[in-house]
C-alpha cells in the first residue's frame, strides 16, 4: 500500500477513552487534511466496518483507508508488564509491528503511556545512547507552542539524559516545525549559572558545549512566555508542570464561563463576546496541540491523550504525519551521533 | 510597645520592587483591617517620615506604626553571603532582629528569598530537626486556596524533609486557615502507590504513618482542584509548578484582555461583562494570595513576592498576623516532636 508520494500512519483504533468513536471520525478528518496520508485502522475488523460505514458517505472516502485486524484490545490502565507478556494481538501491539516492519511510517495511540513505551521499545529499540524515549507535548504560548519534554518517562535522568533531550527536541522542532534554529531551554529554578542541583548544573555546561541554540537556564513562567521553542527538564519535573497547567487552565475556562453565566448583563456580555471568546477557548484547548513525540524510538510514535475528542485525535494523526513524511527519528539519530550523545552514561 | 492584646510586625519598609511607595500604604492599609496590629516599620528614617506623611491624613493614623531606623537596603539581588557580611544594618536584618529579641511577633519583606532565608535562619535559627526553612505559597483554587511548599530552597530532600513539609504545612493552615484536618497530598507523577522515585515512595510510606490527614499521592492538576489543602514536594519541583502556572494565568488573563478588546462587539460584551470579569481576574491576581511563610524558622517570617502591589503586600502583612498571633512557628515545633521528626537525616 506504499505509494512513494504517500505516507502511511497505522492507528490504534481503539486507543484512547472513546475508542472508535473518536478514533474513525478523527481519522477521516485527518485524511480531508493531509491529501498525502492513508491510514491503517488497526482493531476489531467487524467494529471497524461498522463504524466506517456510520462515518462515511461515499465509497471514494474509503480510498485511502486500510484495516488490520487486531484480536483484543488493552485496557488504560494496562501495565507495560501487562503490554509484553499478554499484549501481542493487541491494537497497539499491531499497530507498532506495522511501523517495524515498514508498513506504516508512524503509528499513534490514545492508550496508555506506559504500555505504549513497552511496545515501542521491544518492537522499534531505541536509538543509540538512548536509554528510555521521552515523551514531548506543545503547550501554547502567545504565538506558536513550546515543546516540554521529557513528560513521566524518566524520572531520575543523567545530565547527559538531558542534552539528548535538547537534541530530540531541537531535530523535532527544526523539522516539524520548521524552525530553522529552535531556542532551547534548561528549566531550573533561575536563570543564573550557579542556581539549581548539580544535573541540571552539569546539564548547562554540556548543552553550552553542543552546537545547539541554547539559551540556557530559563523558568517555569518562561514556557509560556515565548522565550524558547523547546523546554528541557526531567519526566518527574515535566509531568507536573504540564499536569498543573492543565489543573489552572481548566480552572480558569471554567471560572471564565460561570463568571460570564452569572447575571443578566454579564450572560449578555458574554453573549456579545462569544465568538471572540470561543477563538480563545479553542487556541487554549489542550486538544489544539495534541500529539506528544516519544521520542528516541528507532521510528515515529505519537500519543495522542487519553481523553482525547475528535479534534484532538485529528491534531495527533496530522501530527504523525508529518514527523513521518520529515523521518524525524533518522534526523535525531544523525544528531545524537554528531553531538558525541550515542553513547549511554 | 507590645500590649497584651497587640501584635508587633516588623516591615521591611525597603524590601520589594517598588519599595515604600508600596510598603508604607499597605501597612496602612492592613492596620485598617487588623485592629490588633501594630506595625514597626524598618528602613531610613527620614524617607519613612516622609512616606508617612504623604500616606497620612491625620496624627492618630499614626498611633500603631512605629518606626526603626535602619542605615542600609540589601539589593533586590543580594546573596545570601552578601546579606550575612554586610547586610548587619540593614533593613531585612533589622526586622529579623526584632523577632529575634522579642520585640515584633513577626517579620514580613519583599526582598531576595535566599538573602531571607540567611538571614533567618541566622538570626533565628531553625527548629530541631530541620536543615532549611521551606517556602509555602497559595494557590487559588474554585473555593479557599491550596499551600504549596517547597518552592525553592530546598532542591535535594530526603523523604524525611518531604515529611517535615506535610506536618509544617499541616499545622500552618490548621492555626491560619481554620481548617480542622488539612488534608495533605504528596505530588507525584501519577496516584497509585508504585508510581515515582525512591524519595516520593519513601515518603509516602512515612507520612502513611503519622496521624497526618494524608490522603496520600496527588497529580499536578489536584493542586487547582481542590483535592488538598497542603500539596507537598521538594523545592525544585515547586518553584517551577508555580512560576509555570504564573506564567500560564498571566498569558491567559492577557488573552482575555485582548480578546475582549478585539472587535466593536467584543468591547461592548466586555463592557457588560466587565464587572463580572473583574471580579474573576481579583480572585486570580497572584497578589491576593501574596504573602508566603517560611517555615522551620524559629520565628514567624513571611516572604512578599519582589513585585507585589499595595493590595499585595496588605495581603502579606495581614499574614503575619495571623501566623503572628498563632505562634505558627511553636505549633510546628510541638508537631515535629510528637511525630519523631525533630533529628535531621
Redesign the interface.
Known sequence: MNQPDRTVLALDAHGGDRGLDVSVPAALQALAEDPQLEICLVGDRHSLERALAQATQRADDRSRIHLLHAESVLGMDASPVQALRRGRDSSLWKAFEAVAEGRAGACVSGGNTAAMMAVGVKLLGTLPGIQRPALMAYV???RGRTGVLDL?AN??VSAQQLAQFAVMGSVTASAVEAVERPRIGL?N?GHEDGK??ETVREAHALLRSLPLNYVGFV???????GKVDIAV?D???G??????????????L???RG??Q??L??R??????????R??VA??DPSAHNGAPLLGLDGVAIKSHGSADRTGMTRAIVEAGREARRKVHKRIEASLREFGLETST
Chains 1, 2 share one sequence.
Open positions: 501554547p504560548r502567545p513521566g524520572l531520575n528549566l529554578v539549581g542541583h523558568e517555569g513562567h518562561d514556557i509560556f512566555g527538564c519526566g518527574f519535573v509531568n507536573l508542570v504540564l499536569k498543573s497547567s492543565e489543573g489552572l487552565a481548566r480552572m480558569l471554567e471560572d471564565l463568571t460570564l452569572g447575571s448583563r454579564s449578555l456580555g458574554a453573549a456579545l463576546a462569544r465568538p471572540a471568546l477563538r480563545m487556541r487554549l
